[in-house]
């Protein structure tokens, strides 16, 4: 799962389940192009909220602040997400001309492994921020090669979608959106 904004770094937006449940099954294996093996990526994103998602299973990272050239991750927060069974938990990966956190934070998350080590620590929201730079790259896997996504068929039918075809369906003026205080984090499969 990557959380992307048409092919440009998101702001604003948060990330909570139930939609944001992240499991790599043997059912669940694809890969979005630039980030492979990454669960919640976040490239680039300003003024995101990952909060209370269970993600487990992922080659490379769960949650990923990363740099998506040229935009560098700014003011997003990571808190109260459970992590595990993923080759680096939580990630904070700037470019390497990077020398400032530039109000990125992790806080109250369960985790094993993280990158920068202890990033709670080195980048917690309720604490001056001590990570050093430039920040180490962990070894994380290659893309696979790959389907072109040019040549992948429809989806089966979508019973969230009956008529995707069909005439367009208006949009509200303004959204509704949840009570982030009422979401909690997602049962383990």
Same mark, same amino acid.
């Given at each position: 799962?990557?959380?992307?904004?048409?092919g440009r770094?998101?702001?604003?937006a948060?990330?909570?389940p139930?939609?944001s449940?992240?499991?790599?099954?043997?059912a669940?294996r694809?890969?979005?192009?630039g980030?492979? @093996?990454? @669960?919640?990526?976040?490239?680039? $994103?300003?003024?995101?909220?990952?909060?209370?998602?269970?993600?487990?299973?992922?080659? %490379?990272?769960g949650?990923?602040?990363?740099?998506?050239?040229?935009?560098?991750?700014?003011?997003?927060?990571?808190? $109260?997400?459970?992590?595990?069974?993923?080759?680096?938990?939580?990630?904070?990966?700037?470019?390497?001309?990077?020398?400032?956190?530039?109000d990125?934070?992790?806080?109250?998350?369960?985790?094993?492994?993280?990158?920068?080590?202890?990033?709670?620590?080195?980048?917690?929201? =309720?604490?001056?921020?001590?990570?050093?730079?430039?920040?180490?790259?962990?070894?994380l896997?290659s893309a696979?090669?790959?389907? =072109?996504?040019?040549?992948?068929s %429809?989806? =089966?039918p979508q019973?969230?979608?009956?008529?995707?075809?069909?005439?367009?369906? %208006?949009?509200?003026d303004?959204?509704?959106?949840p009570?982030l205080?009422?979401?909690?984090v997602?049962?383990?499969?």
């Amino acid at each position: 799962m990557s959380h992307g904004c048409g092919g440009r770094p998101c702001s604003g937006a948060t990330a909570a389940p139930p939609g944001s449940k992240c499991d790599r099954t043997a059912a669940n294996r694809a890969e979005p192009a630039g980030l492979p @093996g990454g @669960g919640i990526a976040v490239g680039g $994103g300003t003024e995101n909220v990952i909060i209370r998602n269970r993600v487990q299973g992922h080659p %490379a990272y769960g949650i990923g602040l990363v740099s998506l050239n040229p935009f560098e991750p700014e003011r997003n927060r990571v808190e $109260g997400n459970v992590l595990s069974d993923n080759a680096v938990d939580l990630l904070y990966q700037p470019s390497s001309s990077v020398n400032d956190p530039a109000d990125n934070c992790f806080g109250g998350n369960q985790f094993t492994t993280s990158s920068p080590d202890s990033i709670e620590s080195v980048l917690g929201c =309720d604490a001056t921020p001590k990570v050093t730079y430039p920040v180490p790259v962990p070894s994380l896997p290659s893309a696979p090669a790959g389907v =072109d996504y040019r040549t992948i068929s %429809a989806p =089966d039918p979508q019973p969230s979608m009956p008529d995707p075809t069909g005439p367009a369906v %208006a949009v509200p003026d303004q959204p509704t959106f949840p009570d982030l205080a009422t979401i909690t984090v997602p049962p383990a499969p």
